[in-house]
């Protein structure tokens, strides 16, 4: 028979993982009618001007990939990693597809389509049986762009 007084050793954690939090949907909502439509395409407009530019390209793309939070107040994706022992917290975005990928895709298609998907997506926010299609189709533009995960 096995003694009881066995010690079990406890697992440390140095590392804790949190999901970003989101902004309530009620606020969300109203910050897209008061503000937000009408800044995402003011937002778009700026970052494609932007994207002309070779020296304006890194900031008109940084731009389209925050088009989600403009619009909506939309969390970007990622978690929050925080050291229990230094007390640190990183964050830590979406795996992304190969940068050499992401580049021939906005080089070949993304520069163009974008801008097409964007003016379709904002016309369809100023309908109401539009606005569900338009908000995902505004949401899915950094994918569009620059095959941008989120």
């Not at 002309?52 to 990693?81: C, E, H, N, S, Y």
Request: include cysteine.
């Amino acid at each position: 028979m096995k003694e009881d007084n066995e010690v079990s050793e406890a697992v440390m954690v140095s590392k804790v993982k949190h999901p970003v939090r989101e902004i309530p949907f009620l606020l969300r909502v109203i910050w897209f009618f008061v503000l937000g439509w009408e800044l995402a395409g003011a937002w778009i407009l700026i970052a494609w001007a932007l994207n002309a530019t070779i020296i304006g390209l890194p900031l008109g793309l940084w731009m389209i990939d925050r088009v989600p939070q403009v619009l909506t107040l939309k969390a970007r994706p990622g978690a929050w990693v925080v050291d229990l022992t230094s007390g640190r917290a990183r964050f830590m975005a979406v795996r992304q597809p190969s940068w050499l990928i992401r580049l021939a895709y906005f080089v070949v298609i993304g520069w163009w389509f974008s801008l097409i998907w964007a003016a379709v997506a904002w016309v369809l926010c100023a309908t109401i049986i539009g606005l569900p299609f338009g908000v995902l189709m505004l949401h899915a533009l950094p994918a569009v762009t620059t095959l941008q995960r989120g």
